[in-house]
């Protein structure tokens, strides 16, 4: 089905251990993104993509890493995981028009 | 550094009424403006956008906002609620539409 999907939906993992977030859109959107969204703070950009090997940082990029080697694909790592990134990641695509489609999250815990 | 400011974290009102929800923003460039909303355990999805041209903008659902460059602001209304409309709702600011930074978020609650 075309569309953006996120995987795990969810995961449990412990401080230290790396985490890697798949984040697959079907549209052949330009442009892809990655939020997450805390309690009293809204939705943070971590990291965007407006293409294949382009990458740029967001509002709050540090522990985290990405890599966009096709244009569907846009996973996010936790190189070692710590407890402040307990979160629900979201993952977004666009044409950059600002329409953005979002994905059904992702909920991380660290414990 | 452009940012949101969403006045409110919650909003409650009777199905019916009038809903009203607040965003200034703050930008050193024309912006562009987004309402998005967010229904549990969801992604979040566009309501309305303004970029160019008429400051009134109509979105989904029977939601509108106006944009208003005096005032920085640009709010969300809705003339009578449902039930339907409780959810999250998402202001967002982005200099060229390519990144968008969204606020705190408001969530709104309807009663019957």
């Known amino acids: 089905d075309a569309g953006i999907t996120q995987s795990p939906r969810y995961k449990i993992t412990e401080t230290g251990r790396q985490v890697t977030l798949m984040c697959h859109q079907t549209?052949?959107?330009?442009?892809m993104f990655w939020y997450r969204q805390d309690l009293g703070h809204g939705l943070r950009l971590i990291y965007y993509?407006?293409?294949?090997?382009?990458?740029d940082k967001g509002e709050v990029p540090d522990g985290y890493v990405v890599s966009r080697s096709k244009t569907e694909n846009f996973p996010l790592t936790l190189e070692s995981a710590t407890r402040s990134q307990t979160s629900v990641y979201f993952c977004a695509s666009s044409e950059g028009e600002g329409e953005l489609f979002f994905g059904e999250g992702s909920r991380l815990t660290v414990l | 550094a452009q940012s949101v400011t969403q006045l409110g974290s919650h909003v409650s009102v009777s199905e019916g009424a009038l809903v009203l929800l607040r965003c200034n923003y703050s930008?050193?460039?024309?912006?562009?403006l987004f309402w998005y909303v967010q229904y549990p355990n969801q992604g979040l999805q566009l309501l309305l956008k303004?970029?160019?041209?008429?400051?009134l903008v109509k979105g989904i659902n029977g939601f509108e906002a106006e944009f208003k460059k005096s005032e920085t602001s640009f709010h969300l209304t809705k003339p009578s609620a449902h039930m339907s409309d409780a959810a999250e709702y998402f202001c967002a600011v982005s200099p060229n539409t390519d990144k968008l930074i969204f606020g705190t978020g408001t969530r709104l609650q309807v009663f019957p």
């Open positions: 930008s050193s460039v024309p912006p562009y």
């Open positions: 303004y970029t160019t041209g008429a400051t």
């Open positions: 993509s407006a293409a294949a090997d382009i990458t």
């Open positions: 549209w052949s959107h330009s442009y």
